[in-house]
């Protein structure tokens, strides 16, 4: 079946340092894919999407590119900032589903120092 | 405009009771669906309301079930609660379910089940 596998976490970071969480995906057809976060206390936001091949989503310094050759859409940022600590999932909704259900990939805990 | 709202906030029951959680969607969005977040885990999918009926269900027993009402809002209601029950319940809602428009997620239901 369809699903996500993202880099394990914890992954602890120096303010202004370069960010990447890997993400690789198993989907049949074309998938949408989605980076949500979580502040602690708190829902999901969504902060990106791509609903492509090629397209590259990007929010809050934040970009991902949807690669369907290596089924890959890594998150990243050129410098991160201590209210960036959150935990970050990554996620797809199904191309061949009439229904929108999003399958989560299991979470990467980011912290960053100051 | 009042995004996604959950209540209760904090729940505690004890093994072998029923629980009903609420969410009410964001202005103009019309579909509604449940996600269970077991602690350090990524959401999964319960299942999706659209027009009053279960359009799409997640591999959760038949404990686990739903309603959606004229208004759009909607209840999950789980019986026969057990230990593994406690979770972070999450309410998402969106316009439609092509999977093409982002969900929008509530702060979720934290169920305690002692």
């Known amino acids: 079946g369809d699903s996500v596998t993202q880099m394990e976490g914890p992954v602890t970071l120096s303010e202004e340092a370069f960010l990447t969480i890997n993400c690789t995906y198993t989907?049949?057809?074309?998938?949408?894919l989605f980076w949500y976060v979580q502040y602690p206390g708190e829902g999901l936001q969504l902060l990106l999407k791509a609903t492509k091949a090629d397209d590259k989503g990007s929010n809050k310094g934040f970009e991902a590119t949807y690669r369907k050759e290596t089924t890959s859409f890594h998150l990243e940022k050129g410098s991160v900032q201590v209210s960036d600590s959150a935990v970050y999932f990554c996620a797809l909704v199904p191309g061949y589903s009439s229904a929108s259900k999003i399958i989560f990939g299991s979470g990467t805990r980011l912290s960053i120092r100051p | 405009d009042a995004g996604v709202t959950q209540s209760p906030t904090h729940l505690i029951k004890t093994r072998g009771q029923q629980v009903t959680l609420r969410c009410s969607p964001k202005s103009g969005h019309d579909t509604v669906s449940w996600y269970q977040q077991a602690l350090g885990q990524g959401p999964q999918f319960i299942f999706q309301y659209y027009e009053e009926e279960e359009r799409q269900r997640g591999n959760f027993p038949d404990r686990f079930s739903g309603h959606q009402f004229p208004n759009y809002s909607s209840e999950l209601n789980v019986n026969a609660l057990l230990l593994g029950d406690s979770a972070l319940y999450l309410c998402?809602?969106?316009?439609?379910?092509?999977?093409?428009?982002?969900?929008?997620f509530g702060d979720g239901t934290r169920l305690s089940i002692l």
């Open positions: 989907a049949t057809g074309y998938p949408s």
């Open positions: 998402a809602s969106s316009l439609g379910f092509s999977g093409k428009q982002p969900q929008h």
